[in-house]
């Protein structure tokens, strides 16, 4: 895990630097309902899928997983990372949703969705930054969600559905409009 924050720049309304973060990640589950690693895991799940239906068809694996991506959810990710921090530390989201998804196109994701979650990767512990209690000789990758693991989300609630507010008490994410 890389402890400074990894350059993501994307051109929105103009070029915007994306942070990955406690604030991002707390917008995101306001806005959404439901954790933040629920989202990943799905995620990371559609490109597990993808690769297993097509091991030797790159094309085909593509399309399939981009057909698996939840837009609403990913223009959410966007635009909690899409913040800034005035000069006593406090976040703030200079732009609204509606404005993000405005800039947000097929074409536009498909640039920039890999440069994105491979920020946010960066952000992530490595096996070494792990409390010795998850650490094992199998914590070398990401693997699949057992059927079991997958009927339970990270914050207790049912798969998919709506929760409530999992984030009562942290900051109320704010844009200009």
Not at 153 to 164: F, I, L
Request: some cysteine; overall charge negative; charged content about 30%.
């Amino acid at each position: 895990m890389n402890p400074i924050q990894p350059k993501c720049v994307v051109p929105l309304d103009t070029e915007r630097q994306l942070y990955f973060d406690a604030n991002q990640m707390g917008a995101f589950q306001k806005v959404q309902g439901r954790h933040f690693l629920d989202y990943i895991g799905e995620f990371q799940e559609g490109q597990f899928d993808a690769k297993e239906k097509f091991p030797d068809d790159e094309e085909r694996r593509e399309n399939h997983f981009l057909r698996g991506i939840d837009f609403n959810a990913f223009a959410d990710f966007v635009w909690s990372a899409c913040l800034e921090y005035d000069s006593r530390g406090e976040p703030s989201w200079p732009l609204s949703r509606g404005q993000i998804g405005r800039y947000i196109t097929f074409g536009w994701m498909m640039k920039h969705l890999g440069k994105i979650f491979e920020a946010w990767r960066k952000m992530t512990p490595d096996k070494e930054d792990l409390p010795m209690r998850l650490r094992s000789e199998e914590t070398t990758e990401v693997r699949p969600m057992t059927e079991a693991e997958r009927s339970t989300r990270v914050d207790g609630g049912p798969p998919g559905g709506q929760s409530g507010d999992s984030t009562s008490g942290s900051a109320t994410p704010t844009s200009a409009d």
